[in-house]
């Protein structure tokens, strides 16, 4: 787990050592253990490394392979590098690491560009092949880590985050007005290529770019899920035994590939907890868990500590708990915004931030839930979408859409005004072939899209901003393809995630199970009133955002007059996610080193 960047250069130039060392300056929180950097004509590549998997200098990167002729920066884990490395033994291949990094190399050199269908994990990684001259990158299937881009006439450069890419002052930071549309209407998701700005793109998961040194381009998409049944059947138990196999391989993975302690956040929902009880099943013994919780609102608690304990009690686990202010939260907020690599509007962006820099003191490794209601249907809008009748797109924008398209046209300024640019996307994403039922369409553009640049990417960006690398067994890709055939019934019945309910059952306690369904709440960022209403008025009324000229005020106006009064269709604060979106441009944009 680490951050990656380069450069390639089309003009003749050699790249600027200058501008890499700002770039990894600006990913060293990702990776605090050692920073590398090796040169070959027109590219650059630099690296910052969290050692997780073989902590010896032999697995430094970038990584060269001078034999083979190839070099490697590369950021992620390979879950089956073991069972790679012994295949490609036996094909003749030397290795002089421990670590999943060279296997990504022999594998290349084996595989060339399908070399990614081989490999089970998270990662985004890039490789220069020496002789052809050319630059091979490549994102997981599911998106788990983050790949953005800069594409222009003289360059192509690559980084972990945007904030790496904008430590160069060419870099195009206008908005993007689809991406401005997406961001307010989408619940912050941009999804992938585009970003908020111009000039920076970001990889789509599942993806593959070659790029030769002329400057051209071959992309390739390997991998695509289905949401399609099975032709035989299979009843209840037969499909709660499958799932329960997949979910105890998914966890031991993510437990045996690593050197170091790994640790588990406990929210006290049923799937971190769930996550606890399958690490004990599968034999994993003093286990180490972290929790984190706010204080309470009149509407709301702050924390889940309650179920946390019950669970914590069962398994005897080296528990961690952590009560945090919301002063510190508020004093926080403008350090979390700046590891942002794009606004993040969901409330437990700043819960992770500060439960991150905690844990990150204990271990270098955690487990996280995230993952599991989109995968197994847990949302209270599923049900809801399913029972609405009318057209695909209709039935979804009516439980998720932030704003419809009237008032994303009374939010922003006329200049960024056009068409419907999200209801056409997601149209066109329900519309992809590969799906049998609504919740089928849903659940699929949830998992391969909304949830990429939402949860999953809050999750990598807060926890890397420690060195804490976060792993998401509910987003094996394995599990995520068996999960893709269940009947709808083992998805949204019983509440939701009907299937964990029954594999749960006796692992956990019943009042776990069956709780309400909590959404890890930083009620402050919710219900905003007090000094955090203060604070959001500071940032829409600054002369920055005046400037800007983004928003309109009277919207603005509108919403501090009574910011209680209007939340999104997910419960979000409205106010938040413009305040948010301002301060991320102020940090990241306008105020960069």
């Known amino acids: 787990m680490c951050g990656i960047c380069g450069e390639l250069r089309f003009d003749g130039s050699n790249p600027d050592l200058v501008l890499m060392k700002r770039a990894l300056d600006r990913l060293a929180r990702r990776g605090p253990d050692h920073e590398g950097v090796w040169a070959d004509g027109p590219i650059l590549l630099g690296h910052r490394r969290l050692s997780v998997i073989d902590l010896s200098d032999r697995s430094n ?49 084996e595989w060339g560009e399908r070399c990614v269908e081989h490999l089970i994990g998270m990662f985004a990684f890039a490789i220069w092949h020496i002789r052809e001259r050319s630059l091979f990158l490549a994102r997981d299937r599911l998106g788990i880590k983050p790949l953005y881009y800069a594409q222009m006439p003289h360059a192509f450069r690559f980084a972990s985050n945007s904030q790496a890419l904008l430590a160069a002052t060419d870099i195009d930071t206008t908005i993007d007005p689809v991406a401005l549309h997406h961001q307010l209407t989408l619940h912050a998701v941009v999804p992938a290529p585009r970003t908020l700005l111009q000039g920076i793109r970001k990889l789509p998961p599942a993806t593959t770019l070659t790029i030769a040194a002329d400057g051209a381009q071959h992309s390739r998409v390997y991998w695509r899920l289905q949401a399609t049944r099975p032709t035989e059947s299979r009843n209840a138990a ?55 919780g706010f204080e309470d609102q009149p509407e709301e608690k702050g924390s889940e500590f309650e179920y946390s304990d019950q669970v914590v009690a069962r398994y005897q686990t080296r528990h961690h708990q952590y009560l945090i202010p919301n002063d510190q939260v508020l004093n926080r907020l403008p350090e979390a915004v700046s590891c942002m690599a794009e606004p993040m509007v969901g409330q437990d962006a700043v819960a992770f931030f ?96 909304l949830i990429v640049d939402d949860p999953v990417k809050r999750v990598d960006n807060m926890t890397m901003a420690w060195g804490l690398e976060a792993r998401v ?53 919710k219900f905003v009133r007090g000094q955090f209403l ?60």
């Open 61 to 109: 990167q970038p990584m060269i392979d001078a034999d083979l002729g190839l070099a490697l920066v590369f950021n992620g884990a390979i879950y089956n590098y073991r069972e790679l490395r012994r295949d490609l033994l036996a094909k003749g291949y030397s290795f002089f690491s421990e670590g999943d990094s060279e296997v990504i190399l022999k594998a290349y050199a």
């Open 238 to 292: 037969e499909w709660t035994e499958e799932i329960h196999a997949a979910l105890r391989l998914a966890v031991r993975r993510r437990l045996d590939i690593a050197d170091v302690p790994v640790g588990v956040l406990l929210s006290g929902g049923l799937d971190s907890s769930l996550l606890v009880a399958l690490l004990a099943e599968t034999g994993a013994h003093d286990l180490r868990t972290f929790s984190v």
């Open 354 to 449: 500060l439960l991150a820099e905690r844990v990150s003191q204990a271990v270098k490794v955690v487990q996280s839930g995230q993952g599991a209601d989109e995968v197994f249907g847990g949302y209270f809008w599923y049900p809801r979408m399913v029972a609405e009748t009318g057209d695909d797109l209709d039935r979804f924008r009516h439980h998720y859409f932030d704003r419809d398209h009237p008032e994303w046209l009374e939010t922003v300024a006329p200049a960024y005004h056009g068409s419907d640019h999200t209801a056409r996307l997601i149209a066109e994403r329900l519309a992809e072939p590969g799906a049998e039922e609504y919740l089928d369409k849903v659940l699929r553009l949830d998992v391969t899209s």
């Open 473 to 525: 067994p509910f987003l094996d890709h394995e599990l995520v393809e068996l999960a893709m055939q269940l009947p709808a019934e083992l998805k949204i019945g019983d509440g939701g995630k009907a299937v964990l309910k029954k594999i749960a059952r006796g692992l956990l306690p019943d009042s776990v199970i069956d709780r309400p369904k909590g959404y890890f709440p930083v009620p402050a960022l």
């Open 534 to 593: 203060e604070f959001m008025q500071e940032i829409v009324t600054s002369r920055a955002c005046r400037e800007r000229g983004l928003f309109q005020r009277p919207y603005l106006e509108k919403l501090l007059a009574a910011p209680e009064m209007y939340m999104t269709r997910l419960l979000g604060s409205k106010l938040w996610h413009v305040a948010l979106l301002e301060l991320w441009l102020q940090i990241n944009v306008d105020h960069r080193p």
